[in-house]
């Protein structure tokens, strides 16, 4: 199965930071990467599909990049709301999360 | 307006067998996949499994063999069915649709506990 290393583990920003989170795959997994965000008690939500499509509705601050293994959630400028914990998805073999990164407010 | 939701026991002891229904509406399993998510509180999302739209259906690895996934498309129903439960599968239950890009649907999710 493909694994999914997503680093950093935990991230303090200072509102209009830019921020990036990254995951790396274990094999080359064809930009079939998507990004969630989930707040405390709610459900994920789809931010990035395919490795750099903007889900409907999604603030443009938000962008994914990369090919290969390496892929990157860009937030362009924090806010305050964007906190929350970040996952990535690869959905090139089966399916596998990364771990989570929790983003926080400095 | 597409919803899922999912529904079944809050809790569940230990040995015995986990049964959860997600109903869909607002489209037809013929046309989208349904996957199973978990989330142990305080951890992170796995991925637990797919029913494609074709019927097929795939799992994750360190739970296939005790893991079943199943519909009724007359019903617009799915099945997760997990046997051999543990503590360590008490989490919140999700079920969602595929592929995302399609839309990001997810139900409520489900809080289940297992009880030793």
């Known amino acids: 199965d493909i694994q999914m290393t997503q680093s950093p583990s935990f991230l303090s920003a200072s509102v209009g930071d830019r921020v990036t989170i990254n995951c790396k795959a274990s094999?080359?997994?064809?930009?079939?990467l998507d990004w969630y965000q989930q707040k405390h008690g709610e459900a994920p939500k789809l931010l990035i599909y395919?490795?750099?499509n903007l889900q409907t509705g999604i603030p443009s601050r938000f962008s994914g990049s990369g090919s290969g293994t390496d892929y990157t959630l860009t937030i362009s400028s924090l806010q305050p709301e964007d906190v929350a914990t970040y996952f990535c998805?690869?959905?090139?073999?089966?399916?596998?999360f990364g771990a989570g990164t929790k983003l926080e407010l400095k | 307006q597409v919803q899922l939701k999912e529904s079944g026991p809050v809790l569940v002891q230990a040995s015995e067998t986990l049964s959860l229904t997600c109903t869909v509406s607002?489209?037809?399993?013929?046309?989208?996949?349904v996957i199973w998510v978990r989330q142990p509180p305080g951890k992170g999302l796995e991925w637990m499994g797919i029913?494609?739209?074709?019927?097929?259906?795939d799992y994750n690895s360190a739970l296939k063999s005790r893991l079943s996934i199943n519909r009724d498309t007359s019903k617009s129903q799915v099945f997760l069915k997990m046997n051999s439960l543990q503590t360590d599968d008490t989490a919140i239950y999700y079920c969602?649709?595929?592929?995302?890009?399609?839309?990001?649907?997810w139900g409520q999710g489900v809080m289940v506990t297992v009880s030793s």
């Open positions: 094999q080359n997994i064809n930009k079939y």
């Open positions: 998805l690869q959905h090139s073999s089966r399916y596998t």
């Open positions: 029913i494609w739209r074709n019927g097929n259906t």
């Open positions: 395919n490795t750099n």
């Open positions: 607002g489209f037809s399993l013929t046309n989208y996949g």
């Open positions: 969602t649709r595929d592929p995302a890009g399609s839309g990001d649907y």
